[in-house]
């Protein structure tokens, strides 16, 4: 917005918020990150190339769930849009 682009932030902040509330009301929490045709579950994405299996911190990361980020993202979104 802040270089003329309204129509397009507005766009991007609705698709964002509605993709972290499909897959809140499916799933619970607040994923680090999204696939962006909302086809694939947050939790089931490859993080730093490896794809997760049975939730195993010793062997590899995993999509953080109630991720900060994306929780303080979030409210800064909703408050935008409805304030």
């Not at 089931?44 to 062997?59: A, E, T, Y």
């Not at 993202?73 to 408050?79: D, F, K, P, W, Y």
Request: charged share 25%.
């Amino acid at each position: 917005k802040e270089y003329g682009y309204h129509e397009i932030a507005d766009e991007l902040v609705k698709k964002t918020l509605a993709g972290i509330q499909k897959w809140h009301r499916r799933i619970g929490g607040l994923y680090e990150f999204y696939d962006p045709t909302g086809k694939v579950p947050p939790p089931q994405l490859p993080r730093k190339n490896v794809i997760q299996k049975k939730p195993d911190w010793r062997n590899h990361l995993h999509s953080v769930c109630d991720f900060g980020w994306t929780a303080a993202l979030t409210i800064a979104m909703l408050q935008e849009t409805y304030c």
